[in-house]
């Protein structure tokens, strides 16, 4: 069974940064691709950013420039850097990994509320 813990959601200003981090736990023998994904309210989920194992990223437009991602392999972990923050980045969350268990599986998190106010 795999765990993901996230952390490090919460209330900022227009402006400010937040650093979101998300950690697997488990009988996980590999992870391909992690990433954090995002839910506003009344909409779809969306893509905010993926990693691959060899740190190739892929980022959705609107946060190009502002957001960074990274990962520790050796700790299973996934960072996002969400500097310059706007009202329209509040949303719930996700971090979603792609772990070698018995087969290859996506595992979601639960979520971390991120509120920007303006």
């Known amino acids: 069974q795999v765990q993901l813990l996230e952390s490090g959601g919460g209330l900022v200003q227009a402006g400010g940064s937040l650093r979101l981090s998300c950690a697997a736990s488990?009988?996980?023998?590999?992870?391909?691709?992690m990433g954090w994904y995002r839910q506003a309210p009344g909409k779809q989920r969306e893509l905010v950013a993926t990693i691959t194992r060899v740190g190739a990223t892929n980022y959705a437009d609107s946060v190009k420039g502002r957001f960074t991602l990274s990962r520790n392999n050796a700790k299973n972990t996934v960072y996002l850097q969400m500097n310059s923050l706007k009202p329209e980045d509040t949303a719930v969350y996700y971090c979603?990994?792609?772990?070698?268990?018995?087969?290859?599986?996506?595992?979601w998190g639960k979520g971390t509320l991120v509120t920007v106010s303006s």
């Open positions: 979603k990994i792609e772990a070698l268990t018995t087969g290859y599986m996506d595992y």
């Open positions: 488990g009988r996980i023998f590999s992870i391909n691709a």
